[in-house]
């Protein structure tokens, strides 16, 4: 961030930071609630599911394994791009105060796209692989722009705390979406309707409770960044990449907080892996059909939400790094439980584990990277957390659609992939000095 933005004095803006009132925070919130629908929908159940089975399944002669590869490419080309966009529009948004436009930019082209996949029938592989990359593209952008204002909202030791509510009521989003579309998918089967009818309607249902939801962010969330002054000789894209430079050159300052993003990078390959190939693991390796996949889902966003609140209180009390500790120990716990599940109720077993996993493990991330960010630069920062996140989605994934194609469609030893990237993690995790970390932020904010 440019020296002159945003530092502690008699300008009156740093005055604003961590000084959000209820309202404020609750928009902010809400986010997180509008937005889990797509995600819950779209890449973990019903849409993930009806792609593999239907649209790219095998009667439309696509061979094992290839339908799950080609799910696997469209999401990790997805993530591919806002990897490289990601830090770069953080630094933009920073420099010229705007994230409340790009988040609102992002927002509208997730929720167009999610309800043109209504348009996306059996055979329609090319149309759903492009619109799937376009709304996650949008997804992902809106994501790591809602972050970059937690810092602006409340104290430091709050974050956690915060984190964590946004979480846990953004689980509660994908609770009700995924309710409203199950209430939907029951009427249309006792009318016998086929699945070729109900889950286009599903999407638009998806993309409308988006559209409401998030509307209370855009009227309530205010913008407390201020513009820095700008050299008009040199473009944003010039001025976002000196920027970004200059924080990879001051990684020595920030050890903690890279060697964090490696530690993210590897676990988060596996929480990516699960959410957007649990629902095709479960129809494809224990039998659960649409119905079954929605209401197994709509309880492990309980669970989910759960594990969002507790972990972050836990966090705030007890430190970031033993929070994620035991949150990696509880994750392989879950996948282990799943690999060796052969009946539905061991499924169940194991998406309830997987749900309080994940929960925990989400929130605890996105408040440490916070942490150890100076605030003037969160947006630049957490586009770096958003650079890793999808890193990881790429990877993740895309280790377990091959796997899967090589191994004629073999979905226990695509697993096994998932498993590695959490053990991993857990050893990594070891080398993270959460004290050290946040002292290096501070520094770098009074400097």
């Not at 945003?6 to 309202?23: T, Y």
């Not at 630094?91 to 992002?106: E, M, V």
């Not at 996650?136 to 984190?163: H, T």
């Not at 700008?230 to 060697?259: G, P, V």
């Amino acid at each position: 961030m440019n020296s002159n933005q945003n530092k502690p004095s008699a300008d009156g803006n740093s005055q604003l930071m961590g000084k959000a009132g209820r309202k404020e925070l609750v928009a902010w919130a809400l986010y997180d609630f509008a937005n889990s629908g797509y995600t819950t929908v779209v890449q973990t159940t019903i849409f993930s599911a009806y792609f593999v089975g239907v649209v790219a399944g095998a009667t439309q002669g696509v061979t094992p394994g290839l339908s799950t590869l080609l799910w696997s490419l469209a999401i990790g080309f997805a993530n591919f791009i806002v990897m490289i966009s990601g830090p770069l529009i953080g630094a933009i948004a920073d420099y010229r105060a705007c994230k409340k436009l790009f988040l609102l930019i992002s927002s509208a082209g997730c929720v167009t796209s999610t309800a043109l996949l209504a348009l996306v029938g059996p055979g329609d592989i090319g149309l759903g692989m492009v619109l799937v990359t376009l709304s996650a593209i949008m997804f992902a952008s809106g994501e790591n722009l809602i972050a970059a204002f937690l810092p602006e909202l409340v104290p430091e030791e709050n974050m956690g705390r915060m984190s964590g509510y946004g979480w846990s009521l953004g689980y509660f989003g994908g609770l009700l979406t995924l309710g409203i579309c199950l209430a939907y998918i029951t009427w249309a089967k006792q009318h016998d309707l086929p699945e070729t009818h109900f889950v286009p309607v599903t999407l638009l249902i998806t993309a409308a409770i988006f559209a409401l939801a998030a509307a209370p962010t855009f009227l309530w969330l205010r913008e407390r960044a201020i513009p820095a002054a700008w050299d008009q000789s040199l473009s944003r894209l010039q001025i976002s990449y000196a920027r970004l430079a200059h924080t990879f050159k001051e990684a020595a300052r920030f050890r903690d907080l890279l060697w964090f993003l490696i530690t993210l990078g590897v676990y988060q390959s596996g929480v990516s892996t699960v959410v957007v190939l649990a629902a095709i693991y479960a129809q494809e390796v224990i039998g659960f059909d649409t119905q079954s996949l929605v209401v197994l889902i709509m309880v492990v966003n309980v669970t989910a939400a759960v594990g969002a609140f507790i972990c972050g209180h836990l966090q705030d009390r007890m430190g970031s790094v033993p929070t994620l500790t035991i949150t990696l120990l509880i994750w392989i716990v879950a996948v282990i439980v799943a690999l060796f599940a052969d009946t539905p109720a061991l499924m169940w077993i194991a998406g309830n584990i997987i749900g309080l996993a994940m929960g925990a493990s989400q929130a605890v991330g996105r408040a440490l990277v916070s942490k150890f960010s100076p605030t003037e630069r969160a947006g630049e920062f957490l586009g770096l957390w958003g650079f890793v996140n999808r890193l990881s989605a790429i990877v993740g994934p895309l280790s377990y659609g091959l796997i899967n194609y090589w191994s004629n469609g073999d979905h226990r030893m695509s697993l096994l992939s998932t498993l590695a990237f959490f053990i991993i993690g857990l050893a990594l995790l070891s080398k993270v000095n959460e004290g050290r970390g946040k002292a290096a932020a501070l520094m770098n904010g009074a400097g």
